[in-house]
């Protein structure tokens, strides 16, 4: 496009807004997302979201697929798993980007299964290292559809080590989209003090790093418990975060964010807690969770 069709341009967008009436409140949000961009044009100041929502509303707007309701809720997970088998109910879409990071001790490993209404699942497996850490990127395939879909993303330890947790393969952060990669967008979670005593008053405090900006995030708190010789995730309580979550920020700092070793029914929920941290954008419905490396034992 040239510079001097930037006028006829912006007269089509002024017409289609006096079409669509007034913009409801609504239709922006104070937290934009920003979508990553080319290196090279002209950008325009407009908040192109917001219009087509506008149109899309006022019936003036060509219909369009609309987003599953996993977009808008974020990614789900069951309330109790186990540490070697679990699943994500998360939109998905062909051709994202999927970047996973993740601890596993040499002779461990584990699988990742990616799977949309009646199509091939997408299958990757992952080998332990002797340093125990490990990242990688790859594309979801492009069968998987043009729009995001409700979608499940199971993990599945395929070798695990007898012993301690920290000896198990598992996820330290998992995201779907552009906004969710390049490394995992929420890249350090923190969860601490190794052990509070809710007699004494003490408070567990978290907080987590974003690398990109997201509309919504909530954190849930995550007992571990031994069952039939595995270690199973347990969810007592969740929260949804209300500070904003913009790129290379830190959330939970200022103000600091508390949890008082409660569930959700307010009973002290002894034991070890994993802290499992999710962030989304409803539209165009990018995800990413992210585990705490830490555990915090609580106390009576």
Request: charged share 20%; glycine share 12%.
């Amino acid at each position: 496009m040239t510079l001097t069709s930037y006028p006829s341009c912006l007269a089509g967008f002024a017409l289609a807004l006096s079409l669509a009436g007034p913009v409801p409140a609504h239709a922006y949000d104070d937290r934009k997302v920003e979508r990553p961009t080319g290196s090279g044009g002209v950008g325009i100041g407009i908040d192109l979201f917001g219009i087509f929502d506008a149109l899309r509303n006022s019936g003036s707007a060509q219909e369009t697929p609309e987003s599953p309701p996993l977009a808008q809720q974020g990614p789900q997970i069951p309330a109790v798993q186990s540490m070697l088998r679990w699943r994500i109910d998360a939109v998905l879409k062909g051709g994202w980007p999927v970047v996973v990071a993740y601890r596993a001790p040499a002779g461990t490993a584990f699988e990742l299964s990616f799977e949309v209404g009646g199509e091939t699942p997408l299958r990757r497996s992952f080998e332990g290292s002797a340093d125990g850490r490990g990242f990688v990127q790859f594309t979801l395939p492009d069968n998987f559809g043009e729009s995001v879909q409700a979608g499940t993303v199971s993990f599945r330890a395929i070798r695990a080590l007898s012993g301690p947790t920290q000896s198990e393969p598992r996820l330290l952060g998992l995201g779907c989209g552009p906004l969710a990669v390049g490394s995992v967008a929420i890249d350090e979670v923190v969860f601490e003090p190794p052990k509070v005593r809710i007699g004494a008053g003490q408070q567990a405090f978290y907080g987590f790093h974003s690398k990109s900006d997201f509309n919504r995030a909530a954190v849930d708190f995550a007992r571990l418990e031994r069952s039939g010789g595995e270690v199973r995730m347990v969810r007592v309580r969740s929260e949804e975060v209300r500070q904003s979550v913009s790129r290379n920020a830190w959330v939970g700092r200022e103000p600091a964010l508390t949890w008082n070793g409660q569930d959700s029914a307010a009973s002290v929920s002894r034991g070890p807690h994993l802290l499992l941290v999710r962030a989304w954008a409803p539209e165009p419905g990018d995800w990413v969770i992210a585990w705490s490396p830490d555990t915090v034992t609580v106390l009576p």
